[in-house]
């Protein structure tokens, strides 16, 4: 059979680069398209030209339904409303949509949920291994401690991340709640600042810090009266993400309309 066709949306961003150089050097996907937004410098560009190494013969365009339709997948890190835009585009075409972009509200998960009845959709607010895994010990640790024990997600990232908390802190922060058998909705506490009142028990709150170039950095912290326990992870290079997003795409390729996740993808379910 031949190599899955990948279209790349948000190609001159710091990960849809990374997914280039990584499809580009891969010998099991083939990159048949490179999408960006309309404004961007990039567009008519060849993608290896632009990102300053050898001609790849893909040339960068602002209109995704042309390579869309020649696609087996589509990776996307991009922006909310490119997300939600490119779910339905890439349902039409029935190709498999990865998607990375974080920061999408409930109105924007619901149109994804719509475009996931015709085609799979695997999404996660982190593709590292890492964390998947991380997100399984957080579930268990949370069930293993009583409501005592404060549950808060302190998390570090570069200074152009637009949202917060990240994606991978509220996956961390529902991994908790589930462990003690509730919803974060149900135990979200809002940012804290000013006289906030003292910490209602059972609680999740999320600290996010913004700087520099850090790749992604996660603590969940359980404290309790004389001791705490904390879970971290630590990235230091993107392309953790680029591989298991690629992993997913090439796991998409022979299942059904629906939404997915890393856990699906990784086998940790
Ligand atoms: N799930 C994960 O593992 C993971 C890992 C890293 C980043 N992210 C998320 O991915 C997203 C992108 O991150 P980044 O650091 O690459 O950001 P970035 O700003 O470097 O890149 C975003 C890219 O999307 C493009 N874009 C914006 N609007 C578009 C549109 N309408 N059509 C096509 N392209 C459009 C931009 O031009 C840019 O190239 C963020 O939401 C980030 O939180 C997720
Ligand atoms: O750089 C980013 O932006 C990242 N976003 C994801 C998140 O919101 O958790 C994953 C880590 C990097």
Redesign the pocket.
């Known amino acids: 059979m031949d190599k899955p066709g990948i279209v790349v949306?948000?190609?001159?961003?710091?990960?849809?680069q990374m997914l280039i150089q990584l499809i580009g050097d891969s010998d099991q996907a083939r990159l048949v398209g490179a999408?960006?937004?309309p404004d961007?410098p990039w567009i008519g560009q060849d993608v290896g030209t632009a990102m300053g190494g050898a001609a790849m013969g893909i040339v960068v365009t602002d209109d995704p339904i042309e390579v869309i339709a020649g696609a087996q997948a589509v990776i996307d890190?991009?922006?909310p409303?490119?997300t939600v835009a490119l779910a339905e585009l890439t349902a039409q075409a029935r190709a498999v949509h990865v998607i990375?972009?974080?920061?999408l509200s409930e109105g924007d998960l619901k149109h994804i949920a719509a475009a996931a009845r015709h085609a799979p959709i695997i999404r996660?607010?982190?593709?590292?291994l890492g964390v998947n895994l991380l997100v399984g010990l957080t579930r268990k640790v949370a069930a293993a401690l009583g409501e005592d024990w404060d549950i808060d997600v302190v998390e570090a990232h570069h200074r152009?991340?637009v949202?917060a908390p990240?994606?991978t802190a509220l996956m961390l922060g529902e991994a908790a709640a589930e462990g003690r058998g509730k919803s974060l909705d149900d135990l979200r506490t809002p940012a804290r600042e000013g006289i906030t009142g003292a910490r209602e028990e059972g609680s999740i709150g999320f600290a996010a810090i913004r700087g520099g170039d850090v790749v992604g950095e996660h603590d969940v912290i359980f404290a309790a009266d004389g001791e705490r326990v904390v879970l971290r992870h630590l990235a230091t290079d993107?392309a953790i993400?680029a591989r298991?997003a690629l992993r997913a795409a090439l796991w998409g390729q022979d299942k059904g309309p629906g939404e997915y996740d890393m856990s699906d993808v990784l086998g940790l379910g």
């Open positions: 949306a948000g190609a001159s961003g710091r990960m849809g999408v960006d937004r961007s890190f991009t922006s409303a490119a990375g972009t974080t920061g996660a607010g982190n593709m590292s152009h991340k949202d990240s994606g993107r993400f298991g």
